[in-house]
């Protein structure tokens, strides 16, 4: 089931399209529904597939073509660390290994307790200020350095 | 004579950028913003002579492929009974490029201007901005500028107390590169996976839900307003021959300070990069990739006496892209550089045409077979033959663009990737 803040949420998307176009709310519509849960199981696809009048199988070729998208559970926080050649020629694969050793995990894996989630990303569109992650695909975290890295940490409780 | 650099750095896109909440629509409006826009709704300027304004102007599409904008607005059909649609790119992903989102962050309101100008001249009454999944923050903004728009009575129905109308929406990606492709973009508003279309039909006869659509990137559209406010002459004299205005550039890697520079096409690339705080860490530049990750990377030496214009870098043996300008220092592994961009096109391929699927691939697990230092020397020719045999054979250019860079390493930094086939190690790093 959606729930009534979702659909208020996608309702709102869905105004931006012609009404014989609900299709295009799907990318939005995916992105509500994980904003809730922090990922889409098979039910949250066809309860979007449902409200969008679409096939389960239209919206489950989005979930899995759009990186962002999680079609498993991750931890309370999914960080994903840009890895690409700018922010690699600024040291991100230290700003990775440095999570992983402050985590005990590897990218790709979530932390014993739930809490984190550590993910590779591809390029984010602001190289400027590599190297960089981003917090629930949402919070860009910048410049970072070891020490940024650890108040994050500390203040994503 | 060009007038100085610093008259003219951040003139046109960037010009909100100094003053306070540059964001906003005051702020936007204490620089004559939205008046084009009145004044040719409320004129009923003929919209051919705005297509000639722009095609003197010599405004080429920014967002990489550098496609005259005039030209461009002029393919819509004229006399189309029936919805016609405008949609712009701020779908940056290609590595090294941020710029638009500097634009939708400190302008929004010039780009809205431009978009709506584009409704006006084309005929459509619908727009879309396409933003990039990974920055929220700017999908915000850009949303709450455009609330702040339909306040104001710039967006929406009867604009200015005529029949024109125009409605502006964001669209927001969630990782996908693949959807900068323009058409890949207009499948993705559909609601469809990003895989781009055979052309023709082109977009302007057959776009978004079937009907004429002209897609444009952020920077091409937030230009319009100010070369209308300041005349096609003028911008054109701001750049160089082939290369009218000015361009935002993206310079990130190995520089003290990294950022966009707005900045008079045609500047030496010394000034860029001076502009940029220089190489870092008191380091000697090696090589410079001036437009993205999917043109040609291109030596220190050669860069050094380049301009930055289209001509001139194409000449230099790249290309000017999307003015993304990812600079390297001497310190820099080619092999693990071209490691991690052979990884991310083989990652973003759509998965559509054969050649691209699996080439994407295949060039990367040679690369790393390489890095990893278990490379034979028939794996640089072996690279060179898949490079090739991509190029040309897809749908769209994403298969090209994973080609370049493998060419272009290969092509200047050979004695690299022999030493590591030779030794299993890198000849920079040890």
Redesign the interface.
């Known amino acids: 089931m959606l729930s009534a803040e979702s659909i208020a949420k996608i309702d709102r998307e869905l105004a931006?399209?012609?009404a014989n176009?609900r299709?295009?709310?799907?990318?939005?519509s995916?992105?509500i529904v994980q904003d809730e849960h922090g990922w889409l199981s098979k039910e949250s696809i066809s309860d979007v597939a449902a409200y969008?009048g679409?096939p389960d199988i239209?919206v489950l070729?989005?979930a899995s073509?759009?990186?962002?998208?999680e079609l498993k559970p991750t931890g309370k926080y999914k960080l994903t660390v840009c890895?690409?050649?700018?922010c690699?020629?600024?040291d991100a694969h230290g700003i990775v290994e440095h999570l992983e050793h402050r985590l005990g995990i590897h990218c790709g894996e979530t932390t014993a307790d739930g809490k984190f989630t550590l993910k590779e990303?591809?390029?984010?569109?602001?190289?400027?200020?590599?190297p960089l992650l981003?917090v629930n695909?949402?919070?860009?975290r910048e410049f970072l350095t070891n020490e940024k890295v650890d108040e994050m940490l500390e203040g994503l409780k | 004579m060009s007038p100085s650099l610093n008259a003219t750095l951040n003139s046109v896109c960037f010009r909100t950028i100094d003053k306070p909440n540059p964001a906003s629509l005051e702020t936007y409006r204490s620089l004559g913003g939205y008046e084009v826009l009145k004044r040719i709704i409320t004129e009923q300027t003929p919209a051919v002579e705005i297509i000639n304004e722009l095609k003197l102007s010599n405004l080429r599409g920014r967002g990489g492929a550098g496609f005259p904008t005039g030209l461009k607005w002029s393919f819509m059909p004229k006399n189309y009974e029936g919805d016609k649609y405008l949609l712009c790119n701020s779908d940056e992903g290609e590595p090294g490029t941020f710029k638009d989102r500097d634009i939708l962050r400190y302008n929004p309101h010039q780009l809205i201007e431009g978009m709506a100008i584009g409704g006006y001249v084309m005929g459509a009454k619908t727009g879309y901005n396409y933003i990039h999944g990974e920055i929220w923050a700017e999908y915000e903004i850009f949303e709450r500028a455009l609330d702040e728009a339909r306040a104001a009575g710039l967006l929406g129905d009867n604009l200015f107390g005529t029949n024109f109308s125009f409605n502006l929406y964001a669209h927001h990606g969630y990782g996908a590169y693949i959807c900068g492709e323009e058409t890949a973009l207009l499948e993705s508003v559909e609601g469809k996976k990003g895989q781009p279309r055979f052309k023709p039909p082109f977009p302007a006869s057959y776009g978004l839900y079937g009907k004429p659509t002209t897609i444009n990137n952020t920077e091409t559209f937030a230009s319009v307003p100010y070369i209308l406010q300041h005349g096609g002459q003028h911008f054109l004299d701001l750049g160089v021959a082939n290369s009218g205005g000015t361009k935002l550039f993206s310079v990130s890697g190995h520089v003290e300070k990294p950022g966009n520079f707005e900045v008079n096409m045609g500047l030496p690339f010394p000034e860029l990069l001076a502009l940029a705080g220089g190489v870092w860490k008191g380091r000697k530049l090696k090589a410079v990739i001036p437009g993205g990750s999917s043109v040609p990377v291109v030596p220190a030496d050669v860069m050094m006496a380049t301009n930055m214009d289209y001509d001139s870098i194409t000449k230099a043996g790249s290309m000017l892209g999307a003015g993304s300008v990812i600079v390297m220092d001497e310190s820099t592994d080619m092999v693990k550089a071209l490691d991690r961009l052979s990884y991310f096109y083989f990652e973003e391929s759509c998965g559509q045409c054969t050649p691209c699927r699996e080439g994407t691939g295949w060039l990367w697990r040679v690369v790393r077979r390489i890095a990893d230092g278990k490379g034979r020397m028939e794996d640089l020719d072996l690279l060179t033959d898949v490079s090739t045999n991509i190029s040309g054979r897809t749908i769209c250019a994403l298969g090209d663009a994973a080609a370049t860079p493998v060419l272009s390493f290969i092509k200047h930094f050979r004695p690299e990737f022999e030493y590591y086939i030779q030794h299993g190690r890198s000849m920079i790093t040890g």
Do not use: H, W
């Open positions: 931006k399209y012609p176009q299709r295009s709310a799907v990318m939005s995916l992105a969008l679409i239209a070729e989005v073509f759009y990186n962002m998208y890895t690409n050649i700018s690699m020629l600024r990303g591809e390029c984010m569109g602001a190289c400027g200020s590599a981003l695909n949402k919070d860009m």
